[in-house]
C-alpha cells in the first residue's frame, strides 16, 4: 500500500501587472510581477470523482490573483503580498499555501526583487 503525502497545486510565474513602489515614477505606471503560488490540498477526492467540485479551479485562483493586484496599488512588495494573502484566503477554501511575489523591474543590477510568505490557517501550520 503507497502512502502519499504533500499534495500541493503549483501556480507558477502568473504575470500580472499593479502599481507597486515608494518612488515617484513607480506611482504613474504599472509594472510586472511574477506570482507564484503553492497551495497544499488532498486530492483524494477530486482524484476519485475526477471533478472541479472537489479541488480548487485554477483558472479563477488566477482570475482573483490578476483583479486584486492590479486593483491595488501599495507602496511596498510586503504590503501587497500580505493583503493578497487574506484576500485568496477569504475567496479560496485552503488551508496553507506559500505565496512569492517577483518584481523583475525593482532594482536595476539584479534579476528581481521578490518577498514571499507561507499562509495557514490555525491548526494547519504543522502538516
Same mark, same amino acid.
Do not use: F, K, V, Y
Given at each position: 500500500m503507497a502512502v502519499i503525502s504533500a499534495e500541493t497545486i503549483h501556480i507558477e510565474n502568473l504575470r500580472v501587472s499593479g502599481v507597486i513602489g515608494v518612488h515617484p515614477e513607480e506611482r504613474v505606471r504599472r509594472?510586472?510581477?511574477l506570482v507564484n503560488l503553492s497551495l497544499e490540498q488532498r486530492f483524494d477526492r %477530486?482524484?476519485?470523482?475526477d471533478s472541479i467540485g472537489h479541488t480548487v479551479d485554477y483558472s479563477a485562483l488566477c482570475k482573483a490573483i490578476q483583479v486584486f493586484v492590479e486593483r491595488s496599488e501599495f507602496q511596498l512588495l510586503e504590503t501587497l503580498i500580505r493583503k493578497l494573502a487574506d484576500h485568496l484566503a477569504i475567496q479560496f477554501p485552503v488551508d496553507r499555501f506559500t505565496l512569492h511575489i517577483r518584481k523583475p523591474e525593482a532594482i536595476a543590477d539584479a534579476d528581481a526583487a521578490a518577498v514571499s510568505l507561507i499562509? %495557514?490557517?490555525d491548526g494547519a501550520a504543522r502538516r
Open positions: 509594472q510586472p510581477l %477530486a482524484a476519485e470523482g499562509w %495557514a490557517r
